[in-house]
């Protein structure tokens, strides 16, 4: 079984940072199956800004794959899902 | 923004806050941009670090450069970088884009903002540098809203009144493209190299500069491992800061012809001369002089070696080894200065900063005729103008010495003598089968000179400088003069002899005429004396007849 876990960086509830939350939960939902489990955080950088700084973060919102390694990262509202999928190298059903 | 500090903040380079008439922007972002290895990192991490070192804590976003080469960077120029990170004086932001998918539209540039904001927070920073911000454009290319997010962190910036330095490449023109120039910055620095005879030329302009006054034109500088420097090309108005103090030239001689005291303090000599006049062997002597006054002397040398100096120095009497040495305080520091493929400019920041950092009282360049055979004309002018104008500015005594060719004709051609104020020709006298060293003062501004040519006289003992020998056949020098005075001597022996010759001759004369004199009175004495006894005798005899005569006379009545 493999587990995905997510972080999803946002800079306050703005439009985009919705959107992508609304997206990337959709896309969690779709995905999860009996092999693969896929956890998401959403952190919000205006409220931690040492993690912004640790994780070398430009842009908001991205998505972050912390694991599993390697870490692979994905900007903007995600509204691309297959875009998403490959820039996280989530394998599809 | 405290509005009892002064307008601008100091970058550490004297040269740029001069261009600047001070510094940059009190609480406002400057941009300089600038193509590739033109300095732009480097002004940007000194602005940053003499903040820090001054007490000003500051913050560097990097968008190209790796942090650790930068602190490597910064270190290398002389600031302790690692320490102050240690200490919280400096934080570096790693901005670096990464290599990220983008999915869909609608990205934010919230977390730099945030990220910044952060950092000046926690260090307290007053200084902040955005270095290669251009960096951004390539990490979202294709994003559509970029320009507004980036707009958004310039607006954002701007609002911060932290006083910002922010960097660009000329590449594509992104600072124009994104309202940098025009619209954020309140000081734009443009930088730029040119190649001119095979010689690299580094040169910095101010664009733009609102809210206060700026110097228009290109200045160059000086960017190597010992950081930046620069000078700026011309000056404000002449400050004539002169000083009625006088200094000793170290030849005494020299110091009559120079009003007697020799020149003054922080004015500028030049001695001229062809080779072999003692141009060098002078110079070194105002060298001595100024060390024994406890003053400090830069020698830059543009042809003798050190050694050779010291050498050909000390077998006339000098000692520069002994003021250059421990014992002498090292109060002289000799500089040679031989690269020949180093641009006119280059010559200049060197010898400046060579300035800058010992602090003479005297400098010494010999000989400055070498940068003018070596360069062309005009500029090599302007250039040892602006070389003395600036060690004048700084009331630095200056002797520069000038080789002119055999066949000059004694007439130099450096042509900066608007800027001398003391000029001493010296020249070969040839004749007799020797030479001599003559010594005269062309001008001397402010001092009542000799305008007499004298002889100058390079011995074991030193330098020394005698009148010459005026006799009947004009003026003579060397040996010659001593078989002159000789011969002369002889002559006036000869003459007082008949001269005294003819005076007893004179003497005697008299003397004869007057013994001829009382004789001849004698004679008319005993004359005289003849002649009265003959009348008495011839008066007795008529007399006596007479008598004779009655006698009868009255027998026969």
Redo the contacts between chains.
Sequence with gaps: MTKYLLRL?I??M????R??IE?LEALTADMATQDQELQVEVVD??ER??L??DE???????VVRKLPLPV??????????E??L??LDILER | MNSSKPETVNTGIQGLDFVLQGGLPRGRPSLIRGGPGTGKTVISLTFLCHGISQGEPGVLVTFDEDPEALLHHAQGFGFPADTYVKEGRLRI??????Q?????????????L??I???LKQTGAERLVLDAIDG?EG??LGQSGLRK?LNRVFDWVRDQRVTTLITTGELENFSTRFGLEDYIADCVIALKQEVQHRVMTRLLRVVKRRGGPHSAGEFPFLLDSRGIFMVPVSGAALDARVSSERISSGVPGLDEMLGGEGPYKGSTILLSGQAGTGKTSLASAFAQAACRRGEKVLYISFEESVDELVRNQSSIGGNLAHHAGPEGGHRLIMEPVRAIEMGLEEHLMRIMRSVSHHGPDLVLLDPVSSFTNRHEGECAKEMLLRLMYLLKEQRVTTVATELLSDSSGGVSHLDVSSMIDVWIKLRRHEGNGEMNRLINVIKARGLSISNQVKEFRMTDAGMTIETPYIGESGIVYGTARHARQEEDDQIIAQLQQELDQAQRLREEMEETNAARERLARAEREAKAVELDRQVMELERRLASIEGARSAIRRSRQ
């Design positions: 960086y800079a306050g703005t439009p985009a940072a959107r992508a997206n950088i205006l800004p040492q912004a700084e070398r973060i430009l842009a908001t919102p991205v692979r990262r994905v900007v903007g509202d995600l509204s691309e899902r875009r998403v490959v820039g | 932001l790693d901005m670096r884009p990464d990220s998918e983008s999915a869909g539209e609608g990205i934010e540039l919230t977390a730099i945030t990220r904001e952060y950092a951004m990490a979202f997010e």
